[in-house]
Structure formats: structure tokens, C-alpha cells
């Protein structure tokens, strides 16, 4: 019996939302995993080279300023994550390569 080997499309980015209650009381990362993948379809940023992927976990360690949004291989980590700037960090950030400064509470120290 022959097993296949598991297989991954590549991707530029990945960007991880904290969906659980812990750093945002009203779970406001569940709406915005859900805008993402509207955004990231309407940039363009789906398939292809350019690609994003996104996933969603119940908790990111931080525990406050939620909803937080991580972005990879950057390490860039935004707080208190809105509808309006998700849009931001998708067009700035994810399609055009330019980070949100102003919404960054955190910088993976060793990232790229």
C-alpha cells in the first residue's frame, strides 16, 4: 500500500489570528478571520506566488490588546486589530510589502 506524502502549495506569507477570547473579549478575531480571507481573495492574494496563508488559533500568548495578528516570515505583530485596519494590513503589508507601524506592538527579533 502506497501512502502519499503530505504537500504544501507555497505561499509568501502567513498570517495567524487569534480568535480566542483571552486578549479579546467579544472574539472579535473570529470576524476578522473571516474579512481576511474576503480581502486576501479580493487582492489577488490566494494562489500563485503571491500567495497568503491564513489560519486562526485559539490563543497567542499576549492575553491583552486583541485582537492580534501575526504576520510571517516578518514576525511583525499588530494589536487591537479593526476591520478598517485589517484592510490596511492587507493592502499596505501583505499586497504592496509595506508594515503598518503604527498598529506594530511586536517584532519577532530574529525574523527576516
Known amino acids: 500500500m502506497r501512502i502519499d506524502r503530505a504537500q504544501m502549495e507555497p ?5 495567524i489570528v487569534c480568535t480566542g477570547g483571552y486578549c479579546s473579549a467579544d ?3 473570529r470576524a476578522l478571520y ?3 480571507a474576503q480581502l486576501l481573495q479580493r487582492e489577488g492574494l ?4 503571491t500567495r497568503v496563508k491564513r489560519s486562526e488559533t485559539p490563543c497567542l500568548g499576549v492575553c491583552a490588546g486583541g ?3 501575526a504576520v510571517y516570515p516578518e514576525g511583525i505583530w499588530y494589536e487591537s486589530v479593526t476591520p478598517r485596519l485589517l484592510e490596511r494590513i492587507v493592502t499596505e ?3 504592496d ?3 503598518v507601524e503604527d498598529a506594530v506592538f511586536h517584532r519577532l ?3 527576516p
Open 34 to 36: 473571516a474579512l481576511l
Open 67 to 69: 485582537p492580534i495578528l
Open 97 to 99: 510589502g509595506r508594515i
Open 27 to 29: 472574539r472579535g478575531g
Open 109 to 111: 527579533a530574529d525574523a
Open 93 to 95: 503589508h501583505l499586497r
Open 11 to 15: 505561499y509568501r506569507r502567513h498570517v
Open 46 to 49: 490566494l494562489f500563485g506566488p
